[in-house]
């Protein structure tokens, strides 16, 4: 167990120090930050490192064995309306408290509980569909296609400021505790089905993000949202007394803890019944498990705990004093939207799972690249959409028609990890350092929060899926074995290789 933490923990530095680098760097030249802060963001970045590593420990022995038995034996044994129901609990369960969609709810113009209980159960509609899909062996670009058509014909019918939201709904509802759950709950129900849909596997974040899509549209037209509302301004402080610094981290720890227990506990109570009258897993295993489920949970609360204390008020102020420099802000963008992907639990975990169920295939610092080439286009578009003022649709309906297209003629198995990684692309970090840093630019120029700001979490969610894709058709033309090795993966191996052990 040291050994494993202590790799974990060199994994973590190693993917903090970039961002840390680059923020203090700003900090001491273009974008000139209070002592005060920088010491408050070099404290977080420490809060960082250690829930990093912790989390990644408890998603390992925890989060995806629970979510690979729970597939398993309801794929096997259960009636297919217990399958449903158990899925759209689970899919509420793990977003109604998910951490990011908690910190986007603070921002929307409208009640926050009923907000995060639309899109909770817009989760919980769609995991039903991907249930649906994987048992009744659903091709996954189908549905995609037919969702985002449908999707796009809504968007004619609505106001600017509905649009930009309702994609930021979809985007937050994959963050890291819901990924490496809902991955693996997905694998183990495929796993069990067979091997001759390759791509059932992959595709249940993907789908997950697009349920909150359609409620919250739904929802947000119903309130009565128009392109005047006003969101209030993010307000950020600090200090240069030390003490100060340190209770602002002990401050938020309680509530912070609060939030992140109330999606642990109901999702260790739904496995314990599972145990209790379907599973019977062996008691080593059970006690590994629950000390996962205690890893997941300080690790995620600690990891919280620093990026709103330390990178959200950092974001904000360099994006207020960027925008005033517009080719310096897009410049400044691009690079942090690369970086920043490097300390993003959730992406760590797809592509380490990805690597392995592939057999080292498709490696995952490949994925890496990919992501975050994509995040960091689409932070550039986003600093470019709050210079320009033009609209988010601009951007979206081109990324989504081109990765519509592509789903048709990769191999299969890329289209679910494509769509996948956009959903696991705006996590903590997008949404506790990209969204306040587009905020503070939006305030500096004067622009309509609603219809300029928000929105750049769904850009973050949809470039990812065009580079991969991209990524997918370069893999089919290179070299016709590797794209039947590929599509030719055999999905009850996957167990073999997600089994806990």
């Known amino acids: ?169 979809g985007s937050v509802t994959t963050g890291a505790i819901s990924v490496p759950f809902i991955m693996a709950f997905g694998l183990g129900l495929s796993a069990v089905r067979g091997s001759d849909n390759e791509d059932s596997g992959f595709g249940m974040i993907a789908l997950s993000s697009i349920g909150p899509i359609l409620v919250v549209m739904l929802l947000l037209f119903l309130s009565g949202v128009s392109d005047a509302s006003v969101v209030s301004e993010t307000v950020t402080s600090s200090t240069n007394n030390f003490g100060l610094i340190i209770m602002s981290f002990l401050n938020i720890m309680p509530e912070t803890f609060l939030e992140v227990a109330i999606i642990i506990v109901p999702i260790g109570l739904f496995f314990g019944l599972f145990q209790i009258f379907a599973l019977k897993l062996p008691k080593q295993q059970i006690i590994k498990i629950l000390f996962g489920l205690l890893w997941t949970f300080l690790g995620i609360s600690i990891f919280l705990v620093g990026v709103t204390v330390g990178f959200l008020p950092v974001g904000t102020v360099i994006g207020t004093i960027l925008a005033k420099t517009p080719w310096l802000f897009i410049l400044v963008c691009v690079v942090l939207g690369f970086v920043m992907m490097a300390v993003e639990p959730a992406v760590q975990v797809l592509n380490k799972q990805i690597e392995e169920i592939t057999n080292g295939t498709i490696k995952s610092s490949v994925m890496f690249l990919c992501i975050a080439f994509g995040v960091a286009v689409a932070l550039g578009l986003c600093a470019v959409r709050i210079v320009t003022g033009i609209s988010i649709l601009w951007i979206l309906i081109p990324m989504y028609v081109v990765s519509i297209i592509l789903c048709f003629i990769t191999p299969k198995i890329f289209t679910g990890i494509a769509f996948d990684s956009g959903g696991v692309a705006t996590g903590a970090m997008s949404s506790t350092f990209a969204f306040p840093l587009i905020m503070g630019a939006c305030q500096t120029v004067g622009a309509n929060p609603l219809t300029q700001a928000f929105g750049c979490l769904g850009v973050i969610a949809a470039a990812p899926i065009v580079t991969i894709l991209i990524l997918g058709f370069i893999y089919k033309l290179s070299t016709n074995k590797t794209a039947k090795e590929l599509a030719k993966q055999d999905v009850s191996k996957r167990v073999e290789i997600l089994e806990f052990d």
């Open 1 to 169: 167990m040291k050994n494993i933490l202590l790799n974990k923990f060199k994994e973590s530095f190693i993917s903090v120090l970039p961002i840390t680098i680059l923020v203090v760097l700003l900090g001491f030249t273009i974008a000139p930050l209070e002592y005060g802060l920088i010491v408050q963001f070099l404290i977080s970045c420490i809060f960082v490192l250690v829930g990093m590593s912790l989390f990644s420990l408890g998603a390992d022995t925890a989060m995806i064995p629970i979510g690979q038995n729970m597939g398993s034996y309801l794929s096997k044994n259960g009636k297919l309306w217990i399958t449903l129901i158990c899925s759209f609990v689970l899919g509420v369960l793990v977003t109604v408290a998910e951490p990011d969609l908690t910190v986007l709810a603070g921002y929307v113009p409208i009640d926050k509980t009923l907000f995060i209980l639309f899109v909770s159960v817009g989760v919980g509609l769609f995991l039903m569909v991907g249930v649906f899909r994987v048992l009744f062996k659903i091709k996954l670009n189908i549905i995609l296609a037919i969702s985002y058509f449908l999707i796009f014909v809504l968007v004619c019918f609505l106001s600017n400021s509905i649009v930009p939201l309702s994609f930021d709904a």
